[in-house]
């Protein structure tokens, strides 16, 4: 038993020695320094940008910060809200951040470092409130920087970290507060965990909330409909509309949704300008849509990349495309090519000249001037204009122009028999039209007064021509008072006068009125003996 009484007797006063040394070394007497930290100083040192050395609560300090390009950086950003000068001050630009200034206003320092040949630089920083007691030493030599965190009183390294979340904490509670759209964060099972004060004030803005609910805490969730379960994916986006006090119609929100964890967070911004404009777009192109619908031209709208875009039916009972074929959405060539197939198009001589025509179309339309009359070996005539759109879009109109063409030809075909009539007669006929101007005549007015076969009708008015007249017969009031007879509204009569050519013929002319206020004049050789008129006497005696 000795043994082991002596043992255990050993050991217990081996530990009773190794606690009061601790004791010491953790608790110094009064008389004994203080180390960096217990005086409230955190130190880190940097040989050129990296860190290579530095207290316990520089270590939770930098964790804590942003990560920048270096760590030198990532420090300077990380102390800049309390210390606002320290990256004016720097020149960061360097590896080394060498100093541009004092911010102190005292004269630095510049001793020499025997060791190094260079100069040593110390700085020294102020915080940004003359309330705040906290300043940075600046200390570089050779290649290396020391920055040493400065507090009268004496913190932690918890407390140093904490002091630099609390203002990252609050700078992130006043952005997030000053955000003019709701934000909040709630559960899975629908419960608002978090809001910003946009999302509280538009909850008591609800026209179904009590103010005193709206306010309270937990708030009311303001969009019911709106949650992010659990296995979902990372976002969501939707459209959910709220009725607010003293707003007639709806006001409508675009929400996105992020899982956080077990909870969800939710952004929501006011997009009733963007509904009201989607409405009045939809109900636009209702509008048009129906109105095409009803149009007997064919329209072809065309986008940019030249597909088409839009279409009405008379494009599909004209041209007989199939609709399946054109909610395909074909290329403009594409549509081309199959009217071709279907022989809507004009056969060209060969297919490069086919070719290039519609490219001159498509070129043609972008400038607003493209417009041709297809006429089909069927009979059939349309024309096909092609107008610019917005966007570098085009648009082709087709029309069955077909009774138009029709009309046109049988006009055209009545009025050369009508003129070939007026050739066979003996007497000269002008017809002036209501405004005066010479509308038709005959071969034998032609011979009369020009010597020739025909006359540029669009030259010649009632006055010029009624001049022309005076100068070459003697004189006659006859020639004005036709002019006041063509220019008379109403209440004309036929009348006739004698005159008499320069070169001795004698013409008897007759003046009578015609539908629409027009105005014939026939001129009869009076003196027999004198022919001007007839062609086929003149064939007779040739």
């Known amino acids: ?83 606002p000068d320290l990256d004016r001050m720097l020149d960061l630009s360097t590896d080394l951040g060498h100093p541009t200034g004092d911010p102190s206003g005292d004269d630095p320092e510049h001793p020499v470092d025997a060791a190094t040949e260079a100069p040593e630089i110390r700085k020294i920083f102020h915080a940004r409130t003359p309330e705040d007691a906290g300043r940075i030493e600046f200390l570089q030599w050779g290649g290396f920087t020391r920055l040493t965190l400065s507090q009268p009183e004496v913190r932690k390294d918890a407390d140093w970290e904490c002091a630099f979340l609390r203002e990252e904490v609050a700078g992130l509670r006043q952005l997030l507060n000053t955000a003019p759209f709701p934000i909040w964060r709630q559960t899975s099972a629908g419960a608002v965990t978090w809001a910003n004060t946009a999302y509280l004030d538009t909850a008591a803005n609800q026209a179904d909330v009590a103010p005193e609910e709206a306010r309270g805490w937990p708030p009311v969730k303001i969009f019911t409909d709106l949650s992010l379960d659990q296995g979902t994916p990372e976002s969501r986006a939707c459209r959910l509309p709220l009725q607010l006090i003293g707003q007639k119609e709806e006001t409508w929100f675009d929400c996105r949704s992020f899982a956080v964890g077990r909870e969800s967070l939710h952004y929501a911004v006011d997009a009733s300008a963007a509904v009201s404009a989607q409405r009045t777009l939809e109900q636009f192109v209702q509008t048009l849509t129906k109105t095409f619908a009803h149009l007997p031209i064919g329209l072809a709208v065309f986008d940019r990349s030249r597909r088409l875009a839009l279409f009405n039916p008379a494009l599909t009972d004209l041209t007989g495309l199939p609709v399946d074929f054109l909610s395909l959405r074909p290329t403009l060539d594409a549509v ?30 972008t400038r607003g001037a493209y417009e041709e009359t297809w006429t089909l070996p069927s009979g059939r005539s349309f024309r096909l204009t092609g107008r610019p759109h917005p966007d570098n879009a085009i648009a082709f109109l087709l029309e069955d122009i077909s009774t138009e063409v029709s009309l046109t030809r049988h006009f055209r075909a009545e009025l050369e028999i009508s003129q070939a009539v007026l050739d066979t007669m003996e007497d000269a006929i002008a017809v002036f039209s209501e405004g005066g101007r010479l509308a038709f005549t005959n071969r034998a007015f032609a011979r009369l007064w020009f010597g020739s076969d025909d006359c540029a009708l669009s030259e010649f008015t009632i006055f010029e021509t009624s001049r022309m007249w005076r100068n070459r017969c003697h004189p006659t009031p006859a020639w004005g008072d036709l002019r006041e007879f063509a220019a008379a509204p109403r209440d004309r009569a036929e009348w006739e006068a004698d005159v008499r050519m320069l070169d001795g013929r004698a013409l008897r002319t007759t003046v009578a009125p015609l539908p629409g206020n027009a105005t014939l004049v026939r001129f009869r050789a009076a003196d027999t003996a004198v022919p001007f008129t007839s062609v086929r006497l003149q064939a007779h005696q040739g």
């Open 1 to 83: 038993m000795q043994p082991l009484l002596l043992f255990t007797t050993l050991l217990l006063s081996a530990a009773a020695a190794w606690l009061t040394i601790r004791a010491l070394v953790v608790h110094p007497t009064p008389g004994e320094p203080q180390s960096a930290d217990d005086r409230g100083e955190t130190s880190f040192l940097f040989q050129g940008s990296r860190l290579v050395d530095a207290s316990g609560a520089a270590d939770g300090l930098l964790e804590t910060a942003e990560k920048q390009e270096t760590d030198l950086l990532t420090l300077i950003r990380a102390l800049k809200p309390r210390f």
């Open 336 to 365: 081309f090519d199959r009217l071709r197939e279907s022989r809507l198009l004009p056969e060209p001589r060969n297919f490069a000249e086919w070719r290039r025509r519609i490219t001159q179309a498509e070129a043609e339309s």
